[in-house]
C-alpha cells in the first residue's frame, strides 16, 4: 500500500476560509464561515466557544473554569501532561460527557442540550474505535449508513429489497471508495482491521471521521499508538488534510512536537486549567508562567533560583544584568533555554562556570550537560551548542557559558512570568 499524500489526493483547494483570522490571537469575529469541503460543495465550517466548563468526578476536580474561543477553520491544540483533562474535555464537546457548569457553543449556537450526533462534529479516538468483525469499507461507510438508511433498509438480506436502499448503498460505496483513494486506503477496503498496521487502522479512523463532513474534527491522541517515524508522517498527513479541508480540528496530545508542529494555537492545560492559549512560536519564546515554559522545550528549559537586587540579579555563583522593580529583595527563578547559552572565553559577571558532566551528540547539535559549583548552589545547566562550533569540549572539563541578557526569563516566586525592566540608559550607551 501506498501511503499517499492526503493533500495531493484529496485535490480540493480551500480558498473561501478566512486564514488572515486564524493567525490573529484570540478574537474572532465570525464563527461560521463558508468553506469547500472535501467534495467541493460549499459546506460550513464552525467556531468553537467554552465558557466556565467545570467538571468533577467523586471527589476530584478535573476541569476549573476552563474557556475558550476557537476560531472557525482553526487547528487548535490541548496539549498537557497525562490526567490534566484533555480527553474529559473533548468529551465534552462531543457531548459523550456532561459538565457540571459552564456552557458549549458550536457555530455560535448552544450545544449543552444536544446528543452528539446533532453536534456536526467527527471524533477520531486514541483506539481508533473500530469494529474489529466489520471490513474497512463497512467501518467507514457505517456513519452514512446510519444517516442515510432507515432501520430496516440497514436489515443484511431483506434491506436491500426495500425501495430506494440500492441507489443509496451504491452511492454511500462510491463515497466510501473516493474517502480511501484520498487516504492511500483503497487496496485494503477488503480487509478487517486486525490485518492492518496501526497506521492503516488510523487512516480507517480518519476515513469514518471524514465521511461524516463534519464542520469540527476532535482527534484524541490520535497517532500515540503508531511507531515513531509513521508519527512523523501521519503528523504531516492530518495537517495537510486539515488545510484541504478547512475544518475547524481540536487536536489533543501530550506531546509538545505534535502540538507544535501541527497547530495554529496551542491551549497548555495543566490540573485541569488552561495556563496559555497562543501561536506556538509565542508558547515557546513568551511563556505566561513557569509551567508553561517548563513544558514545552526539548532539552527543558534550565531554572535557575535567584534573588533579585535593585540593580542586579544573582543567580547560580554569578550576577546578571537583569532587573524588574517589582521583584527587587524577593527571590524567584531565571529561565534560560538550552539554546540561548553560548561558549564564553573565561569566567566573569554573567558567565556560568562549571564541569561538563555529560555529553550528547545529536548530529548537528551537541548537549553540554555542566554541573554548576555547590557554592553558587549547584545544580545542572543544559546547553545545545552548535557541533560545529564546539568540536574540543571534554567530558570533565572545565566550561565557561554566556547568555544574551534578552534571553533570560524572569519568574516571581509564584511562577508568574515577569518582564524584566529595560537596562538603564548608561548601560545601553556602553553597548552602542
Ligand atoms: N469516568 C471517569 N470517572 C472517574 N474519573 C475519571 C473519569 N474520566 C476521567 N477521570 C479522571 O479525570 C482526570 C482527567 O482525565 P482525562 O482522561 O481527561 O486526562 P487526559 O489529560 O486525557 O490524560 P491522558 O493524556 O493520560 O489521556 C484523571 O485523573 C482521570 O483519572
Ligand atoms: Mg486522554
Same mark, same amino acid.
Given at each position: 500500500m501506498t501511503s499517499g499524500n492526503l493533500g495531493l489526493a484529496l485535490g480540493?483547494?480551500?480558498?473561501?476560509?478566512?486564514?488572515?483570522?486564524?493567525?490573529?490571537?484570540?478574537?474572532?469575529?465570525?464563527?461560521y464561515s463558508l468553506a469547500r469541503r472535501r467534495d467541493g460543495s460549499a459546506g460550513m465550517t464552525a467556531g468553537l466557544t467554552f465558557n466556565g466548563i467545570n467538571k468533577s468526578f467523586g471527589g476530584a476536580?478535573? @476541569? =476549573?473554569?476552563v474557556s475558550l474561543d476557537v476560531a472557525s477553520g482553526e487547528f487548535l491544540s490541548l496539549l498537557? $501532561?497525562?490526567?490534566?483533562g484533555k480527553s474529559t474535555l473533548l468529551r465534552i464537546i462531543a457531548g459523550l460527557e456532561r459538565q457540571d457548569a459552564g456552557t458549549v457553543a458550536i457555530g455560535g449556537r448552544r450545544?449543552?442540550? @444536544? =446528543?452528539p450526533k446533532q453536534r456536526d462534529i467527527a471524533m477520531v479516538f486514541q483506539s481508533y474505535?473500530?469494529? $474489529?468483525?466489520?471490513?474497512v469499507a463497512d467501518n467507514i461507510a457505517l456513519p452514512l449508513r446510519m444517516r442515510r438508511l432507515s432501520g430496516m433498509q440497514r436489515l443484511p438480506l431483506v434491506g436491500g429489497l426495500l425501495p430506494g436502499s440500492r441507489t443509496t448503498q451504491a452511492g454511500i460505496a462510491k463515497e466510501v471508495t473516493r474517502t480511501a483513494r484520498a487516504l492511500g486506503i483503497e487496496s485494503l477496503l477488503?480487509?478487517?482491521?486486525?490485518?492492518?498496521?496501526g497506521g492503516q487502522r488510523q487512516r480507517v479512523a480518519v476515513g469514518r471521521a471524514m465521511v461524516?463532513?463534519?464542520a469540527i474534527f476532535l482527534m484524541d491522541?490520535?497517532?500515540?499508538?503508531?511507531d515513531a517515524k509513521l508519527r512523523v508522517q501521519m503528523r504531516a498527513e492530518i495537517k495537510e488534510l486539515h488545510r484541504r479541508l478547512g475544518v475547524t480540528f481540536i487536536y489533543v496530545t501530550h506531546d509538545q512536537t505534535e502540538a507544535m508542529t501541527m497547530s495554529d494555537r496551542v491551549a497548555v492545560m495543566a490540573e485541569g486549567e488552561i495556563l496559555q492559549v497562543d501561536a506556538p512560536q509565542v508558547i515557546y519564546a513568551?511563556?505566561?508562567n513557569r509551567k508553561v515554559a517548563e513544558f514545552v522545550g526539548s532539552p527543558k528549559i534550565n531554572m535557575l533560583p535567584a534573588r533579585f537586587g535593585a540593580d542586579l540579579t544573582h543567580a547560580a555563583g554569578t550576577t546578571f544584568d537583569v532587573r524588574a522593580r517589582e521583584l527587587a529583595g524577593t527571590a524567584g527563578t531565571l529561565g534560560i533555554r538550552p539554546e540561548a547559552l553560548h561558549l564564553a572565553e573565561a569566567p566573569g559577571t554573567g558567565i556560568f562556570t562549571g564541569r561538563v558532566r555529560l555529553l550528547e551528540h545529536m548530529g548537528s547539535d551537541l548537549f553540554v550537560h555542566l554541573d554548576l559549583p555547590h557554592d553558587g548552589e549547584g545544580g545542572t545547566l543544559i546547553a545545545r551548542l552548535l557541533a560545529e562550533r564546539a568540536p574540543q569540549i571534554a567530558f570533565g572539563q572545565t566550561l565557561h557559558l554566556g547568555v544574551r541578557t534578552g534571553r533570560i526569563l524572569v519568574f516571581a516566586a509564584d511562577g508568574r512570568r515577569v518582564q524584566p525592566d529595560p537596562a538603564p540608559a548608561a548601560v545601553l550607551r556602553s553597548y552602542a
Open positions: 480540493q483547494t480551500n480558498t473561501d476560509r478566512p486564514k488572515g483570522s486564524v493567525k490573529q490571537g484570540s478574537r474572532y469575529a465570525q464563527n476536580h478535573v @476541569l =476549573r473554569q498537557g $501532561p497525562s490526567g490534566c450545544v449543552d442540550d @444536544l =446528543r474505535a473500530l469494529y $474489529p468483525h466489520m471490513s477488503a480487509r478487517k482491521p486486525g490485518q492492518l498496521s461524516r463532513n463534519p491522541e490520535p497517532l500515540s499508538n503508531l513568551d511563556p505566561a
